[in-house]
Structure formats: C-alpha cells, structure tokens
C-alpha cells in the first residue's frame, strides 16, 4: 500500500499558478501509476491527469490541457501538480492517487483504475 500525503493547497487569482506535491510512504511508488484527480463544489470527482511509472508517459483531461503538466521524482518519492494559467473552474479538492505495480508507459484515466489516495487540498481560484 502507497500512503500518500497531498501539500500547497490554497487561495489564488485568476490567471494565477500554484504547485501541489504529493508525498509517498510506504513501498511501491516507483512501480506506481500516479493520478491527480479533484472534486469541486456540488461535483463528482473528476480525471485531472496522470502519468506513469518512470513518467515517461503523461495524460491529462481536455480541461486542463497545456496549463496543467504532472511530474514526478521517485527519488524523493514525490508527485507534482503544476497549475497555471488558473480559472474559476478550477477550484476543487484535488488528490493524489496511486496504482502500484501498474503496467509501465501507460496511466489509469479514470477514478475506477487506482487503489490508494491521498486526502486531498483545497485550492480556490478567484478574482
């Protein structure tokens, strides 16, 4: 099981960039799928991007596309979410989430493909 922990939640402009980090405990993350999803208010969880294993492989939603880029460092077993760009729309909880042992150059894009989450971080998006 990946323990993940989810940081750098938080209140911004519009048009305004923020970074998340995801920290991993336990063992597997370098054998991990890992996902950012997030859930706004009065909304089901949504696919925010993923990418894979050895990142070689990143994926992300129609809606975040070339603002959002995902990276990772299996060194440091940490997972990054860099936002910019920001709009309305994206406020939400967002979470971490991991697929151990998944298959290498290709991501879960759906909730329904990953095993472990984080407790998510608020980030809110105003003008």
């Known amino acids: 099981q990946v323990r993940l922990k989810e940081s750098g939640g938080g209140l911004v402009q519009i048009g305004g960039s923020l970074s998340l980090s995801c920290v991993a405990s336990?063992?597997?993350?370098?054998?991990?799928?890992m996902g950012w999803f997030r859930q706004g208010p009065g909304t089901e969880r949504e696919y925010v991007g993923a990418?894979?294993?050895?990142?070689?492989?990143?994926s992300f939603a129609d809606s975040v596309k070339g603002r959002f880029t995902i990276s990772r460092d299996n060194a440091k077993n940490t997972l990054t979410l860099q936002m910019n760009n920001l709009k309305s729309e994206d406020t939400a909880v967002y979470y971490c989430?991991?697929?151990?042992?998944?298959?290498?150059?290709?991501?879960?894009?759906?909730?329904?493909?990953?095993?472990?989450w984080g407790q998510g971080t608020q980030v809110t998006v105003s003008s």
């Open positions: 989430a991991a697929r151990p042992g998944y298959f290498a150059g290709v991501v879960p894009t759906n909730s329904a493909g990953y095993t472990d």
């Open positions: 990418i894979s294993r050895n990142g070689e492989t990143t």
């Open positions: 336990g063992l597997g993350f370098d054998t991990s799928a």
